[in-house]
């Protein structure tokens, strides 16, 4: 089943949500023991499945500007980098 536009999260926020309770708890581990600066060999795995699932290369406009802070546009691959790394802040804090 593909997801429609009216199941994407709007927010980086909603997204880490989703993610907190989608994720196993397998999975979460594995990117909580990650050290930040190497975040980016997530990219090909988590951040397809974020790109992917959460519609950023089908238009998603709203998580796309959520993710940019009021800054200029970002593209698919640094929106779900910028994810990745919200995600990753709130299982430091777990």
């Known amino acids: 089943m593909t997801k429609t ?5 709007k927010s980086m ?3 880490v949500e989703r993610l907190m ?4 708890e397998e999975d979460k581990k594995e990117l909580k023991n990650t050290k930040e600066e190497y975040l980016i060999l997530h ?9 992917n699932e959460f ?4 238009g998603n406009k709203d998580l796309l500007e959520s993710c940019c ?3 200029y546009y970002q593209d698919p691959d640094e929106a779900s980098s910028v ?4 995600l990753w802040e709130r299982l430091q804090r777990s």
């Open 83 to 86: 994810i990745i790394k919200a």
């Open 69 to 71: 802070g009021g800054g």
């Open 21 to 24: 309770a989608d994720l196993s």
């Open 43 to 51: 990219h090909f795995g988590l951040g397809e499945h974020i790109r």
């Open 13 to 15: 926020d909603e997204a």
């Open 55 to 58: 519609g950023l290369w089908q």
């Open 5 to 9: 536009k009216k199941e994407w999260p």
